[in-house]
Nanobody, 126 residues
Framework: QVQLVESGGGLVQAGGSLRLSCAAS????????MGWFRQAPGQERAYVAT????????DYADSVKGRFTISRDNFKNTVYLQMNSLKPEDTATYYC???????????????????WGQGTQVTVSS
């Protein structure tokens, strides 16, 4: 059974940092594009970042560029999202996602991903 389990969310003051982790199991994700998305109450799920299988290419939503960093450790089957200079508007549930197909392109649409975690809540207070 394929599972993506996020952790690392919590409550932080504006300007603070958090590091989210996404542990994958049930299949190898070494050759899968992985992504992070987020969803605030009443809003659609929005793209945050993507990383290709070997970590050689990354992409970010404009709203987080320069503040967030996506990375991965294929030996641990884990993807990370380092979030710095957090703002109240970053408050959301953060989801990890993975593609079933093995390729190396950048994907920012939720429709491109086949596996999803249950989400971890990030709350940034002002």
């Amino acid at each position: 059974q394929v599972q993506l389990v996020e952790s690392g969310g919590g409550l932080v003051q504006a300007g603070g940092s958090l590091r989210l982790s996404c542990a994958a199991s049930g299949r190898t994700f070494t050759w899968s594009v992985m992504g992070w998305f987020r969803q605030a109450p009443g809003q659609e799920r929005a793209y945050v970042a993507t990383i290709t299988p070997n970590g050689g290419s990354t992409d970010y939503a404009d709203s987080v560029k320069g503040r967030f960093t996506i990375s991965r450790d294929n030996f641990k089957n884990t993807v990370y999202l380092q979030m710095n200079s957090l703002k109240p508007e970053d408050t959301a549930t953060y989801y990890c996602a993975a593609r079933r197909t093995y390729d190396s392109d950048i994907y920012s649409s939720t429709r491109a991903y086949d596996y999803w975690g249950q989400g971890t809540q990030v709350t940034v207070s002002s």
